[in-house]
């Protein structure tokens, strides 16, 4: 399989006041195009700063990021705006949506900036929503609005799909078929998903698990089988 992602001897140092925070410390992985994968770790373990790095978010202070044969680390501020723009798609813990604009317009107003996106309607259709288009956030409930979110960063189709911790704010069963829905986009349109969270129950359901310990990677796995959500249980 062809790389997508390639991390090398990526470090991140954050400055309060004086005082420097080593968030990434020397942190070397790869991805593979259409692989699942989930990053996992206690808190303040650096996951959060990876996934930004690797979405345009934040900036590496040394060492290398390769997405899609294109060294990211070397953009600048405005190449950096295009790429998080056209190549990321992100889903968030708390679902980000517009509070003013409903379902349907959430989804176009993201993706009508992409030269190559998919139709918002079908792709609500398709995570469920169907009958929910019209429908402003506050008229869904969470699990709803983290659906509108995922068709979101999908209808945009992008590189690969970002999501920070996408079930956290959502409860047992909600946040299952959430996970369900981002393995079945993942499985149909073999775009590379990476997911964080500090759930290591959730580790079966990747293709690769990546452990990160006090900004540093501490294992790479590959798990052999790969489990359907709805055979996990945590
Ligand atoms: N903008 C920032 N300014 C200063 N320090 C930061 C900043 N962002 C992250 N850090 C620090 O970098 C370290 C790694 O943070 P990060 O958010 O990546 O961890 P995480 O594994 O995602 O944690 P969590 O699961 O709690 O979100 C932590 O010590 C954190 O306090």
């Not at 003013?100 to 992409?114: D, G, K, P």
């Not at 288009?133 to 960063?153: D, T, Y």
């Amino acid at each position: 399989m062809r790389e997508l992602i390639e991390f090398k001897q990526v470090t991140k140092e954050y400055k309060i006041g004086e005082v420097p925070i080593q968030a990434l410390a020397g942190v070397d992985f790869s991805i593979a195009e259409g692989e699942f994968v989930v990053i996992l770790g206690a808190s303040g373990a650096g996951k959060s700063t990876i996934l930004n790095i690797l979405g345009g978010m934040d900036t590496a202070t040394s060492g290398q990021v390769f997405v899609g044969g294109q060294e990211i680390t070397r953009l600048s501020e405005k190449q950096l705006t295009g790429y998080r723009g056209e190549k990321i798609g992100f889903v968030f813990q708390f679902y980000n949506l517009i509070p003013n604009l409903n379902a349907l317009e959430n989804v176009e107003f993201a993706a009508e900036i992409c030269k190559n996106h998919l139709d918002a309607q079908d792709i609500l259709h398709k995570v469920g929503l169907k009958d929910r288009i019209k429908n402003f956030p506050s008229q869904l409930s969470g699990g709803e609005q983290q659906r509108v979110a995922i068709a979101r960063a999908v209808a945009k189709n992008p590189l690969l799909l970002l999501c920070d911790e996408p079930t956290g704010a959502l409860d047992y069963v909600t946040g299952k078929s959430v996970l369900k829905l981002l393995q079945d986009v993942n499985r149909e349109t073999k775009k590379c998903v990476v997911l964080v969270t500090h759930n290591s129950a959730i580790a079966p359901m990747a293709d690769k698990i990546i452990k990160v310990k006090s900004g540093r990677i501490e294992s790479v796995a590959i798990n052999k089988v790969k489990h359907s959500v709805e055979g996990i249980e945590w």
